[in-house]
C-alpha cells in the first residue's frame, strides 16, 4: 500500500477555516483547498488507493484524474518538504 505520511514537525491543521500544513522545522506552511485537504487526510489515512476509491465513489470524476491530481499533490508536498510518499 502507497500512503503519504506528514514529515516530522508537520501537522494538518485548520486555522479560521481554512485548512494547513505547517512544519515547527523549517516554518513553512502550505494552504489547502477544501478538495485538496480531503485527499491529504484521507490519503494520510488509509493511503492513496483508499483515497482515490473514496472520491471515485462519492464524485463524478473517474478514478484516474483523481490518482493524478492526488499524485500531483504528493509530489508537490514533497518538493517542499512537508510530506513522503511511502510503500508498505
Known amino acids: 500500500m502507497t500512503r503519504i505520511q506528514l514529515t516530522p514537525g508537520t501537522s494538518l491543521t485548520t486555522i479560521e477555516g481554512k485548512s494547513v ?4 522545522k ?3 506552511s502550505y494552504g489547502l483547498n477544501e478538495t485538496a485537504a480531503e485527499m491529504l487526510r484521507l490519503g494520510l489515512d488509509g493511503g492513496i488507493d483508499h483515497a482515490v476509491a473514496w472520491f471515485a465513489q462519492n464524485y463524478d470524476v473517474p478514478a484516474e484524474e483523481i490518482r493524478s491530481d492526488l499524485e500531483e499533490l504528493a509530489r508537490d508536498l514533497v518538493k517542499v518538504k512537508l510530506a513522503l510518499i511511502v510503500s508498505g
Open 21 to 24: 500544513l505547517f512544519s515547527v
Open 26 to 28: 523549517t516554518g513553512e
